[in-house]
């Protein structure tokens, strides 16, 4: 029996979906706990995955409802009011209890309920892959339900019916979870949560000086982390100032005070920001509020507890799926044709989502879609400033094609364009940029598969801000691909500067320079062209140079270096590539370009996994930019 498993959790929808493929329970507010039963024992894991059992004793019984050696079970720990609805704050006092004494008493005296709604492990048989349907016909067969231990009902396709009576009885909301969905340990569209009161989770990055009579803190200043967890990407989204008595108000402040820092832990300072104590964002807090407001701050907030089942990293505003969840969810369920989402603050329709993208792969739209919005985080920063020219694939891979420069009218009003003068077309195009979550995955909705974007930044165009080494195969195995990037890192090596290496998703090889903005692409392309010489003078029958397709000699590689140009465009790391088998132009570290590499070992399968443990090995590009002053002497000596 597994030892601990990350429960699965549920996206926010604005309203039921339709269909008895849905399942529709009662969203009950307390604690989401996982029960491990073993013969007479059970053990209680929270969200955050720290065990819990001690806090809540009546639920020892557990065991002895069951009809089971082994079981894992998940549910939620909730106290009731006198009406039978759950109320997280009559929890509160339970949660952070560690006195033996005040625990026996809580349970007499507030006691607990776990409303279980899925079965995951059952007398040595592993249920995560079984569609819930099953799961909960096991379930119920197991279960001898009690005042301590209930069933949580589910109602097929009776969402708006579950949701007006939810909301007539003051309950928190409802869920909705496909019948057929697998136990995931991560976030996803097979089950969605539909609020009624907006309640969630937020960080406590600080507190306010206290008013009047108040003694303490004044409000709580509270965050979001936005992608991934970091401290550079906590938001601030508004302070709560009610919902305190005198003793509460203490009991924080002996909770905070040994937290306090002198640096401001948002990514962004809060404006006005007078008066306030900085805390190491390590606590979380419940409240309630009335809703989020056009530039997404909490509207009538009121604190309802602490908790201490959530980690402070995985705190995120619910109401927006997040950019950038390498190991979340799916953005679009397998059961939606079309879809909407409110994203960066902008109501965006996705449609024809079951239409094919890769015929001999199967993958479809949905497939690419959810693809970028997994990978939002570590492409949007290579992307940022940076003009797009669009390769738009409307009906797939096999289909036509056409290229767009010109941003036409019917665009999204809200996408970021500039007007930018073009050698090319001489005159203006109105260039689109990808900055944020909204913006690419509008575009990949028009069918943009791959993103191309320039090698400068917006307002400094006329420079770059990287060279660029571009390696493309003329008919030659991947293996000459890796001698080829292999002698430019030792020449890279002997001049002193750091090359980035990535797959381009078909044959070739990018090593990325990076460079202070401060140099023309003329200086940029020289300086490629200089190392295309010099190694191609080292190893002459492993290079062709002549421009012209025809008079290059094959089983070679082709460094262009006149890819070093003001509007040339490049496939993005990170991008999905529009060949057979969906390759993802795939950052590496140098170890791995050897022999045995192929570009389409990196795919749209699996890149995800490898992306979430290794992270950003492209972050060098954007964060150590070098001067070449010094190298370039030192280039010019190696060819003497």
Not at 592 to 602: K, N, T
Request: with cysteine; charged share 25%.
């Amino acid at each position: 029996m597994p030892s601990a498993i990350e429960p699965m959790m549920a996206e926010v929808a604005e309203r039921p979906p339709r269909g008895d493929e849905w399942l529709f329970e009662v969203k009950w507010d307390g604690v989401r706990a996982l029960a491990f039963v073993d013969q007479e024992s059970v053990h209680l894991q929270a969200r955050s995955g720290i065990r819990c059992e001690r806090q809540y004793p009546e639920l020892a019984v557990i065991p002895h409802q069951l009809a089971a050696r082994q079981a894992i079970l998940d549910g939620e720990i909730a106290v009731l009011d006198p009406k039978g609805v759950a109320r997280f704050h009559l929890i509160q006092p339970r949660i952070h209890n560690a006195d033996p004494n005040a625990i026996a008493h809580l349970s007499r005296s507030t006691p607990v309920v776990y409303f279980v709604f899925d079965l995951l492990y059952l007398d040595g048989y592993d249920l995560r892959k079984v569609p819930l349907s099953e799961r909960r016909r096991l379930l119920e067969e197991i279960v001898t339900p009690d005042e301590v231990l209930r069933i949580s009902d589910a109602f097929p396709g009776a969402g708006e019916a579950l949701l007006e009576a939810a909301a007539e009885h003051g309950l928190e909301g409802i869920l909705a979870k496909h019948a057929s969905s697998r136990y995931e340990s991560k976030r996803s569209r097979e089950w969605l949560k539909i609020k009624i009161v907006n309640e969630q989770e937020f960080v406590i990055a600080g507190f306010t000086e206290p008013q009047g009579d108040r003694q303490y803190f004044g409000a709580l200043v509270l965050g979001v982390y936005d992608e991934g967890g970091s401290r550079r990407n906590l938001r601030w989204v508004g302070n709560v100032g009610t919902g305190f008595d005198q003793k509460l108000l203490a009991s924080l402040y002996s909770r905070l005070e040994p937290l306090i820092i002198d640096e401001c832990p948002f990514a962004e300072r809060p404006k006005p920001d007078r008066g306030m104590t900085w805390v190491r964002p390590e606590l979380v807090c419940q409240v309630k509020f009335g809703e989020w407001t056009q530039d997404r701050r909490l509207r009538a907030p009121v604190f309802l507890g602490l908790r201490n089942d959530v980690e402070a990293r995985q705190v995120r505003d619910e109401s927006e799926p997040q950019a950038g969840e390498l190991g979340a969810g799916e953005f679009f369920s397998k059961s939606e044709k079309e879809a909407t989402r409110q994203i960066d603050g902008h109501t965006l329709k996705f449609t024809n989502l079951n239409k094919v993208f890769y015929p001999d792969d199967g993958y479809t739209k949905r497939d690419v879609l959810n693809y970028y919005a997994a990978v939002a985080r570590l492409i949007l920063p290579h992307l940022k400033d940076r003009p797009l020219s669009l390769k738009r694939y409307p009906n797939g891979i096999t289909k036509e094609y056409f290229f767009q420069k010109d941003t036409p009218e019917t665009f999204a009003p809200w996408l970021r364009t500039e007007m930018i003068d073009s050698d090319h077309n001489h005159g203006p195009v109105n260039y689109v940029f990808a900055g944020d979550q909204a913006s690419l995955l509008y575009l990949v909705n028009l069918g943009c598969i791959d993103h191309n974007p320039w090698m400068s930044r917006s307002p400094n165009l006329d420079n770059p801000d990287f060279i660029l080494i571009d390696l493309d195969p003329q008919e030659c195995p991947f293996e000459r691909i890796v001698d080829a990037a292999q002698l430019v890192k030792e020449v890279l090596d002997k001049i002193g500067l750091t090359g980035y290496p990535k797959t381009t998703g078909g044959r070739g090889m990018h090593v990325y320079v990076p460079v202070e903005p401060v140099y023309s692409y003329q200086e940029t392309r020289t300086f490629a062209e200089l190392i295309a010489r010099l190694v191609a003078h080292q190893n002459s029958s492993l290079f062709t140079t002549p421009r012209p397709v025809a008079k290059r000699q094959t089983n070679r590689v082709y460094f262009d270096y006149l890819q070093n140009g003001k509007s040339k465009t490049i496939a993005a790391p990170y991008v999905l590539r529009a060949y057979r088998g969906a390759p993802v132009a795939t950052p590496l570290e140098w170890s791995e370009v050897r022999h045995g590499l192929e570009p389409a070992q990196f795919h749209i399968g699996n890149v995800r996994e490898r992306f979430a443990g290794k992270g950003d090995l492209f972050a060098g590009v954007l964060e150590k930019p070098q001067r070449i002053e010094d190298a370039l002497e030192k280039l010019e000596g190696l060819f003497r």
